[in-house]
């Protein structure tokens, strides 16, 4: 489990096609205290580190991951948001995040408001009624307070500290991110759809 709160920007050094696709990671984090086999967050997506080196460590993403994430796009000098998973007694200072990718999320605008900045979100319709306005997502791995819904659409205001500390910052229209809705809204769904009236 993961919180939505970015604790460094690596950058992907390798992509190795082997059975399933292997991606090497530059990062900040003290590598030497990774396990083999510790599950970290990268751009929104819960992945295990297969191994690591003086700087980086690396992780395999099978075809199913790579068709429905962004992660498939991913090349030398992508840069990725990164978290390490949550430890018992950590402060929970976003909401509770699966790394289980939902879907993608389109940028369908981008406009500066005040030192903030505005974007839109297009979801697929079949994700849509999971967002809620004051509710929380997670875009690339970043837990986000929802401004606005119209339909398929929602909004949600970049402080610049959020855009200077991960990945978000630099989107433009056209972009699409990896979109993970509330675990909250997921299991409401699930028992507004298994109790009968």
């Known amino acids: 489990m993961f919180t939505g709160i970015v604790t460094n920007i690596g950058t992907v050094i390798a992509r190795e096609q082997r059975g399933d696709t292997r991606f090497r990671l530059r990062t900040g984090f003290d590598t030497a205290s990774i396990a ?49 998973s949550l430890k018992v007694g950590d402060e929970l200072g976003g909401h509770i995040v699966s790394g289980h990718v939902d879907g993608l999320a389109a940028v369908v605008r981008a406009e500066p408001e005040g030192d903030s900045l505005r974007l839109d979100f297009r979801v697929p319709d079949a994700l849509a009624g999971f967002v809620a306005e004051k509710g929380s997502v997670a875009l690339d791995g970043v837990s986000l307070t929802v401004n606005a819904v119209q339909g398929a659409v929602f909004g949600i205001n970049l402080i610049p500290h959020t855009q200077q500390v991960t990945t978000l910052g630099s989107l433009k229209l056209g972009d699409s991110v990896n979109f993970e809705v509330d675990t909250l809204a997921r299991y409401v769904a699930r028992l507004r759809d298994w109790v009968k009236p």
């Open 36 to 84: 083999i086999g510790a599950s970290i967050a990268c751009s929104g997506c819960c992945l295990t580190v297969v191994q690591t080196g003086a700087d980086w460590f690396a992780v395999d993403v099978s075809a199913e991951t790579l068709s429905r994430t962004t992660l498939g796009r991913w090349g030398e000098g992508s840069r990725v948001n990164l978290e390490r």
